[in-house]
């Protein structure tokens, strides 16, 4: 379709014509950006390209395998300090084409906006984890991970987040994933009915409770004691023998 | 082990009622030392039904006594992939999932996710339907905070303050409903405008409704703001600081809770926010109280916004004058060849975006909502994500709870302002 002046559309540059992507930018607008020339000259080999988008938003296309140094930068300069992580997400094209990760930067004493995208191609969708720089990216790398599959290195606790963790059928925002999932309905239904939630909520399993989870009992002296977990010799049984309610680990039974 | 037990022991004869049956004495324990308890560690689930935490949100909870030691949050019981299902649909057939999100205040939903496309097509809206827009974005603000404000005061335990809220609530619903048919789901935005212009004598309405609402704000405030209770509950409680708040990526209220004056609305106006007089209120300690309090203001200010927006809202056309982009008159439809083409072309196809993307971000009522879009020309988003501010919130829990009491993970839940239909998504 054509973008013809008048009506409702105003001029935007970078969106003109159908060339099926954004148009890079003639030289002169990359100096609109403060931060993105520094960043050229700071990382003149992670640089790949720069692109204007919707009239006034910069998107900088770095090296996946320097991105963590880049953002660090951008993150710790003075000059630009980009000290607060709106988003990070992924967009996926389709087509076997490259995944996109996405962070959205801004920077509270500049009050600037900048996006940074690293393309991923599809046999290897890893790239650095940004938690050490950013504590609130935990949930939102976790949820990327979970819709794309994408892996971040060094992230503390990389689960799905919004899918239940025994999800088997894949990664569901990947354009190969069809809407209504891999499974049959069928499948999807006995698998949801299959499920025993001790499987995997087991709380020694979570991490919280592994400092103190029983795991077991044995019999010492004629007494059941409580094993605790790393000090299992033998496969331990995971509930207590009969008739030792009253010693039983639960404080809540033991009310007056 | 040895179980000491509790001995009762009535302290004096109940003495004998009017109707000559004992009257019940108060039970007077003999010894009040503590039973030898063994110093473990507890787990506890909270949730995922349970009416303190707003929503299907489970928390596990490892206790040592009363304290909480370690908080994991899980999430993803309302998970609807939204984000899925707007790939599959057109640019304005997405609308009607914005709302289902948000559904505390689902017009600011509704207006960030046009904007963020109209931003992506470089397409301008009418005055008028900008003032509409802010209208409904204030209005939405002042619906969501005063749920919040009623969920809250429950949970700290007062229930006085819940029944005058949701009587002001309701009063926003019946404006939901007069503008776009629908209590909540109200889809009222669409690309390039608005589903219609407003019904006559609806700005009335939305002025009497603030003309009213500061009286009741006073009225929670006095039940609640100098509360002994209150104040008990939640000062020095679920405190975070300005650099904790920043790098948890925490936004709206709760990251102005902690003196960071970050508001969209200033720091990156739209809609001619900057020529709007209001206030951002900043709290100092960053505690429930100060969220409460940041809150409460934001009610007040928002009230301004919505009396100076009513008095500039100017007449005209409420829709863009395009073709390609909003459905053309029913007159004009039946009677020109030209508008029944656009129309067909419209609700077969769809509007079409040009190749592009936008991350366009507004001032919810839980933080910065962040829309971003991304077409490749077609008529159909190619990723369409959702920035969701209590997302983002939520994850910050357990830093505000661990080393706090049990009974205050309530109040730090409350005091977020979640919305788990957004969280889940």
């Known amino acids: ?256 | 082990m040895s179980n000491k037990t509790i001995e009762l022991e009535v302290s004096r004869t109940p003495e004998l009622g009017m109707d000559f049956r004992p009257a019940h004495g108060p039970l007077q324990p003999v010894d009040l030392a503590e039973p030898e308890l063994r110093s473990e560690r507890m787990l506890i689930n909270v949730g995922p039904q349970h009416p303190a935490t707003h929503g299907v949100l489970r928390l596990v909870l490892e206790l040592d006594g009363e304290t909480v030691v370690r908080c994991l949050p899980h999430i993803g019981y309302l998970h609807s992939s939204f984000e899925k299902l707007g790939e599959y649909r057109t640019w304005n057939q997405v609308i009607p999932l914005t709302d289902r999100m948000d559904y505390l205040a689902p017009l600011i939903y509704n207006c960030a996710y046009a904007m963020a496309v109209e931003k992506m097509m470089g397409v301008e809206v009418t005055e008028r339907c900008k003032v509409t827009r802010v209208i409904m974005m204030e209005l939405d603000r002042i619906f969501s905070h005063l749920l919040w404000l009623g969920t809250w005061a429950i949970d700290v335990g007062a229930f006085t303050p819940f029944l005058y809220a949701f009587q002001q609530r309701e009063k926003v619903y019946k404006l939901h409903e007069a503008y776009t048919g629908a209590r909540i789901t109200t889809s009222a935005t669409r690309i390039g405008g608005m589903m219609a212009d407003m019904p006559e004598g609806w700005d009335v309405g939305v002025r009497e409704f603030i003309n009213e609402l500061p009286r009741t704000m006073d009225e929670i405030e006095s039940l609640l703001s100098h509360n002994a209770i209150h104040i008990g509950r939640t000062q020095g409680v679920g405190v975070i600081s300005a650099e904790e708040a920043i790098d948890m990526g925490l936004s709206g209220p709760n990251l102005r809770a902690t003196g960071v004056p970050y508001d969209l609305r200033k720091d990156r106006p739209y809609y001619d926010y900057e020529t709007y007089e209001f206030e951002v209120p900043i709290g100092e300690y960053g505690d429930c109280y100060d969220r409460y309090m940041v809150r409460l203001e934001e009610i007040r200010q928002s009230c301004r916004i919505l009396h100076q927006a009513l008095d500039r809202l100017p007449d005209g056309p409420m829709n863009v004058d395009d073709p390609r982009i909003i459905l053309p008159s029913k007159t004009d439809l039946m009677n020109d060849m030209e508008s029944m083409i656009h129309h067909f072309k419209l609700v077969m196809e769809g509007v079409k975006a040009p190749p592009g993307e936008s991350h366009f971000s507004v001032e919810g009522s839980k933080g910065e909502l962040g829309m971003y879009v991304v077409s490749d020309g077609g008529s159909k988003p190619v990723r369409w994500r959702i920035r969701p501010p209590s997302f983002v919130n939520l994850s910050a829990i357990p830093k505000l709870v661990e080393g706090g009491l049990l009974a205050d993970v309530i109040m730090v839940n409350a005091s977020l302002d979640i919305v788990l239909g957004e969280i889940d998504r």
């Open chain 1, 1 to 256: 379709m054509s973008t013809e002046a008048g009506s409702g559309y105003r001029d935007v540059p970078g969106s003109a014509e159908t060339t099926g992507a954004v148009v890079s930018l003639p030289e002169g607008l990359e100096r609109a950006h403060p931060t993105v020339p520094a960043l050229k000259d700071q990382f003149a080999d992670a640089f790949l390209r720069h692109e204007v988008v919707a009239g006034d938003e910069h998107v900088v296309f770095v090296d996946p395998t320097r991105l963590f140094q880049v953002l660090e930068w951008l993150k710790n300069d003075p000059e630009h300090a980009y000290n607060y992580l709106s988003d990070v997400t992924a967009v996926d094209y389709g087509g076997g084409r490259p995944l996109q990760v996405v962070y959205q930067l801004y920077s509270i004493p500049h009050r600037r906006v900048l996006r940074v995208k690293a393309e991923l191609p599809l046999s290897a969708l890893e790239v650095d984890s940004v938690v050490p720089l950013w504590s609130g990216a935990n949930w939102l790398e976790r949820e990327v991970y979970d819709m794309f599959g994408i892996h971040f290195r060094n992230h503390p606790d990389l689960r799905r987040i919004l899918m239940p963790e025994v999800y088997a059928e894949g990664h569901p925002l990947r354009k190969d994933f069809p809407l209504r999932g891999r499974f049959s309905r069928a499948e999807q239904t006995r698998r949801a009915l299959a499920q025993a939630p001790e499987d995997y909520y087991v709380p020694s399993d979570f991490g919280p409770g592994r400092d103190f989870q029983v795991v077991g009992w044995q019999e010492v002296g004629g007494e059941p004691v409580p094993v605790k977990e790393g000090e299992a010799s033998g496969p331990p049984s995971r509930r207590p023998p009969k008739g030792s309610t009253e010693e039983g680990t639960s404080p809540s039974t033991t009310a007056p």
